[in-house]
């Protein structure tokens, strides 16, 4: 198994482009995802395989990867954006890991 | 609609047992990847286990030999039997459909689509 690095927040103000990043020694050669939860909530997919968004999550949501780190972009930032957001991947025999999760702010 | 709900969590002694369970509706269970997933109050997603299709089970090394999951496929009905409990087995346990490829040998590609709400499991005397 191995590690994935979030950092454990990030604020933006209404409006503007947050960027949350998860960086992991693997990662360029696995896939990333990310999950978005918000308080008392399960987790909701919003970013799949680095980049792909699922059907039903606001085109403001996409998914950047370059190297040992990936990132989830989300623009122009509504307040209801606020939650903590998690990256996953898997190793290699297939054991999943999680990022420590990052909460957004939004001020 | 695809829908998970589990149910079966509540307050157990250290050293005792509990089952979960996961109720599917709009899919499968036997015939996709589900996985358990926990969250110890005020922190991250931990990944606890997975049964594949074929009957595969994998588990986290914090819960292996401790825990098994398994299916009914009759009932559409995901388990997770947790034993030999301790206080850092406290979380909510969410249960998840499972997305797989296996790009190579060194890449599986598992996400998760649909979560359920979650049930709590408080271990404590």
């Known amino acids: 198994s191995y590690e994935l690095t979030q950092p454990p927040s990030v604020s933006v103000s209404p409006g503007q482009t947050a960027r949350i990043t998860c960086s992991g020694d693997a990662l360029p050669k696995q896939y990333a995802h990310w999950y978005q939860q918000k308080p008392g909530q399960a987790p909701v997919l919003v970013i799949y395989?680095?980049?792909e968004r699922p059907s039903g999550i606001p085109e403001r949501f996409s998914g950047s990867s370059s190297g040992t780190t990936v990132t989830l972009t989300i623009s122009g930032v509504p307040a209801e954006d606020e939650a903590d957001y998690y990256c996953?991947?898997?190793?290699?025999?297939?054991?999943?890991?999680f990022g420590g999760g990052t909460k957004l702010t939004v001020l | 609609e695809v829908q998970l709900v589990e149910s079966g969590g509540g307050l157990i002694q250290p050293g005792g047992s509990l089952r979960l369970s996961c109720a599917a509706s709009g899919f499968t269970v036997s015939s996709n990847y589900v996985s358990w997933v926990r969250q110890a109050p005020g922190k991250g997603l931990e990944w606890v286990s997975d049964?594949?299709?074929?009957?595969?089970?994998y588990y986290a090394d914090s819960v292996k030999g401790r825990f098994a999951i398994s299916r009914d496929t009759s009932k559409n009905i995901l388990y997770l039997q947790m034993n030999s409990l301790r206080a850092e087995d406290t979380a909510v346990y969410f249960c998840?459909?499972?997305?797989?490829?296996?790009?190579?040998?060194?890449?599986?590609?598992?996400?998760?689509?649909?979560w359920g709400k979650g049930t709590t499991v408080t271990v404590s005397s």
């Open positions: 395989k680095d980049t």
């Open positions: 996953q991947s898997a190793d290699s025999s297939g054991d999943l890991v």
């Open positions: 049964i594949y299709p074929g009957g595969g089970t």
């Open positions: 998840a459909r499972g997305r797989y490829q296996r790009l190579s040998e060194a890449s599986p590609v598992y996400y998760m689509d649909v």
